[in-house]
Every structure is written in C-alpha cells, then in structure tokens.
C-alpha cells in the first residue's frame, strides 16, 4: 500500500510502545500514535492523559486534555494533584510520549517561544506537564516533522529538559528517568549516544537518504555505523489509523 511521510512517522511512533506499558501521552502527534498502538499491537498499553484519565480508551483523536472523549472512556478520572503526585512522581509511568517546536542535539524541548525571550516572535503553548513527564516517566519517546525549523542547533528556550545544553545533566542526578530514548520523525529514528548523549540517527525511513536527513537538521548530525531502514507500515496498520483519522474528522466536523 501507498503511504504518506506523516503515516510512516506515526505508524513507527506506534510501535515504539510495547504492549502492557503505561504511557502518559501528549495531546497532538503522540496521541495519535499512542491510540494506533492501542488499536493495533498493543491492546493493554495503559494510556494516560495530563487531566487525570486513566486507562483512556478514546474513540476519536482528543482536541485537548480537557476532551471530554477521555473522561467518558476512561476507566477512571483522578485530580490533577493525584496524577502528578502519585502517578508521575512515584515512578508509576514508563514512558511519557511527547511532541515540541523545538529539538536539539541533546534532546532539550522549546515549547515556550521563538526568538529572544525579552522579545519573541512567536509565543508557544508552553510545557504543560511535559518537564515533569520528561523527568520523572522511565523514558521519553518523542515525535515531530523533521526540518531545520524544529531541530535546532540550541532550542530558544529549554522548556524540557533532555540532556541539558552539554549533555550532562542529568549525570548524578538521583530519582529521575532514564529521560530521551528515542525521536521518530517523518524522516528517520533517533537515538541518544549512551556516552554523550547526542542524538544519533539509527534508521533511515524507507527511501529516504542521509542527504535529506542532514538537509533538514540544524547542526552536523551523526549517523549510526550499522545504519538500518525503518520497517514498512502494514496494510492493517494504515486500515486502523486512516479509520481513526476519518472517524475523528467526522466528529469534530458535528457529523457523528
């Protein structure tokens, strides 16, 4: 079957989760990969949303975390003062999937503003809970386009951390996770160096070359040595997230 970049983006995202997780899930690309997972391979990943859903089984793609499609297929709603205190701080999460503006080499996340911070020139939504999911879940997946707009030499403004600006901060650093582990984009996979924390691309999606790759990132990018392509997306894993696109459509269109 044909796809799009934007499918083999989210389809790759989707099979980053395993099945039996707990996963607390950003509104927007991580959303939709985290439900394809739930959808296809992953029946009892445990999705988790920042308003205190637990266990959300939406039919339809959420517009935000205040949707009222997570409350109502959830197996329960906590407060929000719960989830972060109990939930996040006390290592009940896996993996927080994430989406940005912004990425650098070592993984930090601008989701604040663009340009300088006295005067920008455009201001962001902010992190919402993405610091404390960034710091506390086990690990961090991450999602986004590639282009040299969102991955940048050194973000505007760390509203995330992921290694901090020399790769080291998290070094030391007790009751924390593992932070970063993997970035899918509608280009490639990448992965932290274990050493110095740099991003380093470990997959090429299918027909995309290095060339593109190092065209649309803002610094020298590093290649793997062993560098290998990225899976397909099966028949039925397009079936599922072009249903899960068209059924969300129609919803916030009014039409069912």
């Known amino acids: 079957m044909e796809y799009t970049s934007a499918e083999m983006m989210t389809v790759t995202a989707a099979k980053a989760l395993e099945n039996g997780m707990t996963c607390f899930v950003g509104i927007g690309l991580p959303s939709e990969a985290a439900n ?3 959808l296809t ?47 996040l701080q006390g290592g009940k999460i896996d993996v927080g999937f994430l989406g940005t503006a912004q990425i650098d080499r070592y993984c930090n996340l601008n989701t604040t503003l663009i340009g300088d911070y006295q005067a920008p020139k455009v201001r962001l939504p902010g992190g919402g809970g993405a610091p404390e ?32 600006r020399d790769g080291k901060a998290r070094d030391g650093v007790p009751n924390i996770g593992r932070g970063p582990t993997r970035v899918i984009t509608d280009l490639c996979v990448m992965k932290p160096d274990p050493e110095t924390r740099e991003l380093v ?15 649309a990132t803002g610094w020298e990018i590093r290649f793997a040595e062993q560098l290998d392509t990225t899976p397909m997306p099966s028949a039925n894993e397009l079936d599922v997230l072009r249903d899960l696109k068209a059924r969300t459509e129609r919803k916030h269109a009014g039409e069912a």
């Open 41 to 87: 391979h992953a029946p009892d990943v445990v999705l988790i949303y920042e308003s205190g859903t637990l266990q959300t089984k939406p039919d339809v793609l959420p517009l935000s975390i205040g949707d009222g499609e997570l409350c109502e297929s959830a197996l329960t709603t906590v407060s929000v003062p719960e989830m972060f205190r109990y939930w």
């Open 201 to 215: 691309v470990v997959s090429l999606h299918p027909g995309v070359t290095v060339e593109q790759v190092q065209d």
């Open 133 to 164: 999911i960034a710091t506390c879940a086990g690990e961090v997946f991450i999602t986004l386009k590639h282009s040299k707009r969102t991955f940048v030499d050194q973000v505007d403004f760390i509203t995330t951390l992921g290694f901090g």
């Open 36 to 38: 394809l997972a739930r």
